[in-house]
């Protein structure tokens, strides 16, 4: 049901650097509408990773950061930690859909 | 700091009506720099945006097409809380239900900031 499309899991070792994809289309991502990121541990609500693209809200550290080109957006996770693993998601407006969508998330493991 | 505490059913029989509770602390519904929305998350449907309520000069509500003919939410300024009613539900109605603030560039509808606080979420089962 998800219009915006991320790989279902990335890994990585501790200290690494991954991305995660958010593949969107010209109503949504490329119809120049904001992109937040999302994480979400077990058993709780989603937490504000990145809004406006590439904005870190107070309290989340630098290693996380955000981009956006054309119809798809990224966020990058570097020196990764063992408490960032977690599902993330990514989350837009969808212009035909008249509503915000989210993304199909992806989970992260440390290794 | 901006909290938000559900409460409602966690259980509801097929063909009823959900009806969720999101009591506001530490900001107002009626807030010209916020939007307050319901949001939904299963293991087949991802998380789901149901809909929304914000005040600027007057309500404003927008639902999900998905549900726009079963929905309703409300806001309450004397409880500052809003609610979700989700009509004639069925088995595929089953998720977790969240509330959540969106936060706008103040007097607007631009919604620069995210969802920037959430409730506790509430795990809602439909079924006889």
Not at chain 1, 36 to 58: D, E, V
Not at chain 1, 89 to 104: A, K, P
Request: aromatic share 10%; glycine share 10%; net charge positive.
């Amino acid at each position: 049901q998800s219009v915006l499309t991320q790989p279902p899991s990335v890994s990585g070792a501790p200290g690494q650097r991954v991305t995660i994809s958010c593949t969107g289309s010209s109503s949504n991502i490329g119809a120049a509408y904001d992109v937040h990121w999302y994480q979400q541990l077990p058993g709780t609500a989603p937490k504000l990773l990145i809004y406006g693209n590439s904005n870190r809200p107070s309290g989340v550290p630098d290693r996380f950061s955000g981009s956006k080109s054309g119809t798809s957006a990224s966020l990058a996770i570097t020196g990764l930690q063992a408490e960032d693993e977690a599902d993330y998601y990514c989350q837009s407006y969808d212009s035909s859909l008249s509503g915000y969508v989210f993304g199909t998330g992806t989970k992260v493991t440390v290794l | 700091q901006v909290q938000l505490q559900q409460s409602g059913p966690g259980l509801v029989k097929p063909s009823q009506t959900l009806s969720l509770t999101c009591a506001i602390s530490g900001d107002s519904v009626s807030s010209n720099s916020a939007a307050w929305n319901w949001i939904r998350q299963s293991p087949s449907r991802g998380l789901e945006w149901l809909g929304r309520t914000y005040y600027r000069s007057r309500w404003y509500n927008d639902y999900a097409i998905s549900v726009k003919s079963r929905i309703t939410i409300n806001p309450d300024t004397s409880k500052n809380q809003f609610s979700l009613q989700l009509n004639s539900v069925t088995p595929e109605d089953t998720a977790v239900y969240y509330c959540a603030r969106a936060k706008a560039v103040a007097g607007t509808k631009y919604f620069y900031y995210g969802m920037d606080v959430w409730g506790q979420g509430t795990t809602v089962t439909v079924s006889s």
